[in-house]
């Protein structure tokens, strides 16, 4: 993982991903140590929930496995403070949408889609040039929650 050591409090902060599974708990560590730098604690269980399912989908859906360890960082994590809501927005190497899935009642997986928007304000995604996609969730921030 690779963490831009300058986390502004004004609002803006990354870190790249390898694409490997324990990216998503990575993730979480990053926006645990971002949010409560930023005073955002209230938002840490949430916001964890929702990067943890937006990286796992990256990791699973969009990366290629790589036979060595010269693939860089093909997924990027990227928190954004805004003056009403805090941002999470993953990148990744696929063109393809994210599919919400219709899962039974036994399903163990396929409601990570659900549960971001349950938990989100908004959500999407867009495609990001010259390839891949990025996907973005919204949640509003403490003074502003309903």
């Not at 163990?108 to 990025?134: E, M, N, Q």
């Amino acid at each position: 993982m690779l963490v831009d050591p300058d986390i502004s409090p004004g609002g803006f902060a990354a870190c790249g991903l390898d694409g490997r599974l324990q990216n998503a708990s990575q993730a979480r560590g990053f926006v645990a140590d971002t949010l409560d730098q930023w005073a955002l604690r209230p938002l840490i269980m949430d916001m964890k929930l929702v990067v943890s399912e937006l990286v796992t989908n990256a990791v699973q859906h969009a990366v290629l496995p790589c036979p060595d360890d010269t693939a860089g960082y093909p997924v990027w994590l990227g928190l954004f403070r805004h003056p009403d809501h805090l941002v999470c927005a993953v990148a990744d190497p696929s063109p393809e949408p994210p599919r919400p899935r219709v899962v039974g009642t036994s399903a163990t997986g396929g409601r990570g889609l659900a549960l971001i928007g349950s938990l989100s304000d908004s959500w999407s995604w867009s495609p990001t040039p010259p390839r891949g996609k990025t996907v973005w969730a919204a949640l509003p921030l403490p003074a502003h929650r309903a």
